[in-house]
């Protein structure tokens, strides 16, 4: 029987046992839908709204961006964590921001799949934990823990009448050292559409 816990305090806690359920998105799942950047996998679920998502096109200043978006109140209203820790957020703080969404967003596309062992979504109550930039909800990629080995991926595709073209190239690599005691991954990956 497999026991999940709920990484985004330092509270340990069943997530089935809370007053508000955890959704997870696995690694399996990402591999076997073949997703191409991390923002796919979490707005694949019905909780969560299409965000700030400028993938694909160039917007203010060329930025490329994907912001999550739970609860569809705004992308500034989701807190993004790293392994349950908050991350520099990729946003400034202006109104001169994509879709005026200031706040502090981080940016999911620079997260490669590759690296994502699961990511897990909490709704709405994550105010009460994290503040004003969880009242929708709280999204934390949790990442592949000593992963020893090369893991090497390729793929293309084009739509049935000829256009919308992919290319994808990844590739992670990574090794303990120092009697298991550290390690080093490297994570590349390429994204043409």
Known sequence: DD????????L?????????????V?????????????IDAIEDLPLVGIGSNS??????????????????????????????????????GT????GNASGAQVDLSM????????????TATGGAIYGADAVG???N???KDNFEGLDLRASAGVTQVGDGEQYRASGLWGGNFFDDRANITVSLDYFEQ
């Open 141 to 143: 990629i949790i990442t």
């Open 3 to 10: 026991v999940i816990v709920v990484t985004g305090s330092r």
């Open 55 to 92: 993938r694909g096109t160039n917007v203010q200043f060329g930025d490329n961006f994907a912001f999550p978006n739970v609860l569809s109140i705004g992308s500034q209203r989701t807190l993004s964590l790293l392994n349950g820790r908050r991350v520099v957020a990729s946003n400034q």
């Open 111 to 122: 997260i490669n799949p590759m690296l994502i062992e699961r990511v897990d979504v909490l």
């Open 95 to 98: 109104v001169f921001v994509p």
């Open 137 to 139: 909800g709280v999204v």
């Open 26 to 38: 696995g690694s399996e799942r990402m591999d076997a839908r073949q997703m191409s950047n991390t």
């Open 12 to 24: 340990r806690r069943e997530t089935f046992d809370s007053p508000n359920p955890t959704v997870q």
